[in-house]
């Protein structure tokens, strides 16, 4: 802003004066030192010239006659060059018409001769504060493009920083995810919130069929999930599969490609990155039509690729866990199964247990993550047999109090094999409480009622049940009527009422079958055996232990020691 002591300042600046005469030359000399200038007079524009195309001048005064090069034409030489430098004609009075004809070619001002010494000061002073003035407005300029550069730099900065930390805290959460369909669902849902993609999904890469499935999306019409199976090389999805590379399109392209470029569903906007497993690819990531209608930008596409990758090394160290863990639990059920084996009249013991568990579990409206622990656990329940000696385990005939206690700790035994596995508590609860009774005189930990966790509940009464209906080595498998009074007399004392209840509706119902254990390749036809319990109560006597111990492969000999024990 030029403000009144603006231009009371003094500027000194360092004039080129051009005169072909003398006398002005040095007049015009003494005037502008006088005010302080530097002057430098040459007697020709072409002198003039030469010296300008060398050195600095802030102003040029210059007349307009002059032998060879007019003053003109220094002035609109002078002007090419240097477009911001002053300069200043002298005319004489008849030459009026000139002077405005220069004013028109960017002279800065002109003066008449005769002049005096105030008005070339004045003339002087007011062409170099303004020069002064523009240049001062360019500094100032410069230093506000600056600052908003800066200022852009640190937005974006910051920007990038937020995202950035967003996006590693985001994907830290990643170890949560120990199964890769939530993880999948998971990516999904970020790479939306990221990007603000409306529709996101992920698809792999089926290697044998050489095309890409749906995994997980968000946004996507389920009519669209329906049919999507891209081809390799085919579509978006399918050139990013082909090419390995990321793939952004913007509305416009998108417009123009339209016709040609076969794509699951109409979009804006578009970008797809490849998502790698150990250097190899293991789907694409599609993310489609922001919410705010723009076009996607290298900075979502570096997003998603940083998503990618992150999703991709936790896929892998999943899949790699699973194949470790899944080999583990191989492992252990190839044990179960032949502790189950040495005994001809136990062998697919587990499994039944686990099919009734699981039937039992869905009847009484059980979540799905509770019949995956069943299924998972309930294979698994007589583990801890492994611990015990096959002398007990295969004795034939009764045990002693000392043998029975050696059995009572398989459950524990079981807890302590697969405690490193990392299993969640619900199924650690169904291997280690799978003997307790709702009276509270089971094992190992004696607990009662609801303090016995509903799994272990369901998994013991189902024990029990295939103990009931599978043919043993020292009877037949009982029949419908013993099996139904069996559970009502233990309702309450041995098992959980509410899944006797269940049970007997199953059995009644024709959707359990008393006839499964018989069924099993190691049952023996043949008439109903003693009754299980024997006729006596539960808690007192014989009768709790085939309850107990059936079901767990121990023969009904055994339970006249077992009761001794338990008065013992
Ligand atoms: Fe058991």
């Known amino acids: 802003m030029v403000t009144a002591s603006f231009y009371d300042q003094k500027i000194s ?11 002005i030359r040095i007049l015009l000399t003494e005037i502008l030192e006088t005010a302080g200038h530097q002057v430098v007079a040459v007697e020709s524009a072409e002198t003039a010239l030469a010296l300008v195309e060398k050195e600095h001048f802030d102003l040029i005064l210059s007349d307009m006659y002059m ?26 009075q008849p030459a009026l018409d000139q002077a405005i004809a220069a004013m028109k070619k960017g002279a800065a001002d002109f003066i008449t001769k005769p002049f005096s010494a105030d008005q070339i000061h004045h003339v002087v002073q007011k062409n170099l504060q303004e020069l002064h003035l523009l240049a001062e407005n360019q500094r100032l300029l410069a230093e506000l493009n600056n600052k908003a550069v800066i200022e852009k730099l640190n937005r974006q900065l910051h920007q990038k920083i937020s995202q950035l930390t967003k996006l590693y805290t985001l994907s830290e959460s990643f170890h949560a995810f120990v199964d890769n369909r939530s993880l999948l669902q998971y990516v999904v ?25 749906m995994r997980a999306s968000k946004g996507v019409s389920n009519e669209v999930l329906r049919r999507v199976c891209v081809k390799i090389g085919e579509g978006v999805a399918g050139r990013v599969a082909e090419s390995l590379r990321p793939i952004r399109i913007t509305s416009k392209e998108i417009r123009e490609i339209d016709k040609t470029l076969p794509r699951p569903y109409v979009s804006e906007s578009w970008l797809s990155v ?106 698994l329940h007589d583990i801890g047999k492994i611990g015990i000696q096959d002398s007990i385990l295969q004795k034939s005939g009764k045990l002693t109090v000392e043998e029975y206690e050696i059995i009572k700790k398989h459950p524990v035994i079981g807890d302590s094999i ?9 199924e650690r609860d169904i291997i280690r409480h799978h003997h307790e009774r709702i009276d509270g005189r089971g094992y190992p930990d004696g607990l009662s009622g609801s303090n016995i966790p509903l799994l272990s509940r369901i998994v013991s009464i189902s024990d029990a049940f295939d103990a009931m209906t599978s043919t043993r080595s020292y009877r037949q498998a009982q029949n419908l009527d013993y099996v139904l009074r069996e559970l009502h007399n233990h309702s309450g004392s041995q098992f959980d009422p509410d899944l006797v ?19 099993s390749g190691d049952a023996q036809s043949g008439g109903n055996g003693q009754p299980a319990g024997n006729g006596q109560p539960a808690g007192n006597g014989p009768c709790l232990a085939p309850l107990f111990e059936n079901a767990a492969g121990f023969p009904a000999e055994h339970q006249p020691a077992l009761a001794k024990a338990e008065k013992a």
Do not use: W
Not at 199 to 204: E, M, N, Q
Not at 501 to 519: M, N, P
């Open 501 to 519: 209840h269940a049970l007997v509706e199953l059995i009644q119902t024709g959707k359990i079958s008393v006839e499964a254990g018989r069924d």
């Open 274 to 379: 490849p998502l790698f497993i150990g250097g190899e690819l293991f789907g694409v990531l599609n993310l489609t039509d922001k919410q705010d209608k723009s076009d996607f930008t290298e900075e979502d596409e570096y997003l998603a690729l940083m998503l990618a990758e992150k999703a991709g090394v936790k896929i892998e160290n999943n899949v790699l866990y699973e194949g470790i863990y899944s080999n583990l639990l191989d492992t252990l059920k190839a044990l179960v199964s032949t502790i189950e084996a040495k005994d001809s009249y136990t062998r697919s013991h587990s499994q039944r247990v686990t099919e009734t568990a699981l039937a039992l579990a869905r009847h009484i409206n059980c979540s799905e993550e509770d019949c995956e622990s069943i299924a998972f656990a309930g294979i």
């Open 13 to 23: 600046g360092r004039v080129l004066v051009v005169d072909d005469e003398v006398v």
């Open 189 to 213: 849902d970020l790479a939306s919130n990221l990007t603000g993609a409306q529709r996101v999904s992920l698809l792999s890469f089926d290697r044998r069929q050489k095309f890409l499935v």
């Open 67 to 92: 032998d060879g090069l007019s003053g003109m034409e220094l002035l609109i030489k002078v002007k090419g060059m240097y477009p911001m430098l002053p300069v200043i004609v002298i005319t004489g």
């Open 418 to 426: 697969i405690e490193p596995l990392g299993l969640i508590e619900a």
